[in-house]
């Protein structure tokens, strides 16, 4: 079977780097199905996915990827318990109308879930803010304050707390620096950009 | 029994030569009223060639006005088959590759058969005496088709709208023979709103004194009148307002001035007569009161406790649900729900709402983003299919996820 292997994005890489093979993966926000293509081919996982826009759906359908239209907010409801091993949410977290919600949906559907985010706590953000005294525009928020999808940020501080709060269980953090290399970093909530946790049920 | 030869059909007062494939069944065959019909015909079309594992072959399902001819020129109204822009060599339903097969439905006009039929009890037209069928009573029939010419199991089975409901019904009543299914456009249950404009095309024909309470072919009438209007007020919900207002607009038909009269001064109207007109020359009235009839009757949920998702529990097929942003006679809602109840089931399913201002007639045209999903869908499934563990001609053994 020819199979063309697209180059993945860092932080999806580690995310691939994660799971198991031969488990069963539902990506939230899959975009172009780069992650899920990958898994399928590479760690014969059986992959579903979710995505908000027509054009990234139409790219993972032809790409023979299961993949519906919808999102995390309103379609994850539909799943059962249990659906998957893993439910990944890259990216994604910080767009959603209720995040603490859209969390435990995850761990009800998939046995794990894997979460990644931009880090509002980062010291370019907060640089922008105490220094410029404007909101951050950066190469990971890429958006001017009128126009973003991303509606709830949150520092990795931020992310800890509420894991604790609901008594998740973090299986493993990776940060990834400003030139997007993941790095063992002594302060992550202010040198470290994006952030990635394996969460697990309580 | 097989006749390649062209067979002679009853379209409203005159008598029709269409060309075809047809088959008989001798067997009756237990419909889900309770009633048995038979000897059934079967009128269809193949386009493309039967591989020699007989796993190529994909069943198209067509809507309630719809034919067999789908992707060469109409016989009757010498217009392109009515899905020539999906189906064909090089198109997503590529008949290079695939061997495609569309049988008109029973109940319908095209030859198999329908209330135009004779009755062999009377030697007289059915009319009203043919029996209600069903969305289920018509994938029987297209079962008995398919096993007639071989194949144990489909690559896959697509249709639009009323198509879309066989398409589930297939992939529902016998999931081991399908393999990839792909709904447009349609709905798991008619809904209220639907049956009320069927119900309105209904009553149409019927106030029509020529039906003559559904014996107007011994009476030697044809319910003109009734089942144009039928025809108007469907059409009209295949449509979406900004369709209609970017073909017409308030725009005059052949005059500067409005007449003051009931002339068809306006585009739209003058539009909607032709549509009508046109159609009757096509079409039985009786056909479409037990077409439209079998439609109202369909509700995927009612033989499983009235929840959707036990009717796909542990189903092997994979699925592509598809909707259009204007369509408002089966919404996208309505497909989100097929969609929603797959997911219940962790069925394997896409779906993709494409964005389109044609209403529900989008699924026949060529809308920015829909004959690629069609396209990726069909050449994913066949990569697993042909090239996968699933490459049989057995039942189960697809590829399973």
Redesign the interface.
Known sequence: ?KHKDVALRTDLKLIAEIIEPDSRVLDIGCGDGALLDHLTHNKSV?G?GIELS??G??L???????????NADT?LQ???ND?VDYAILSQTIQATHNPKHVLEELLRIGRRAIVSFPNFGHWRVRASLSIAGRMPVTKSLAFQWYETPNIHFCTINDFFALCKDMNIKIAQTLFLDQKGQQKKLIMPNLTGQQAIFLLDRA | MTDDNSLEIQIQDKSVTIPGKRIVFDDPMPLDSGIELGPIEVSYQTYGTLNAAKNNAIVICHALTGDQFVSETHPITQKPGWWAMMVGPGKPVDTDKYFVICSSVIGGCMGSTGPVSVDPKTNKPYGLNFPVITIGDMVRAQKRLVESLGIKKLFCVIGGSMGGMQVLQWAVSYPEMVFAAIPIATAPRHTAQNIAFHEVGRQAIMADPNWCHGAYLEEDKVPRAGLSVARMTAHVTYLSEPALHRKFGRRLQDRTNLTYGFDADFQVESYLRHQGFTFVERFDANSYLYITRAMDYFDLAEEHNGMLANAFKDSPV?F??ISFSSDWLFPTSAN?EI???L????A????????SDAGHDAFLLKEP?FH??V???I???A??WF??QGAGTGAGEGLR?
């Open positions: 079977m059986s579903r027509q054009k759906v139409n993972c359908v032809g790409r023979g990827l299961s993949v519906i239209q919808g379609d539909y799943y059962p659906a | 994979r592509c649900v989100r969609v929603h109840a997911n219940a089931v962790a394997d399913v896409s779906f993709v709402e494409v964005q983003g690629e999903t396209d990726g869908f050449k994913g499934c990569e697993r090239n996968g996820l």
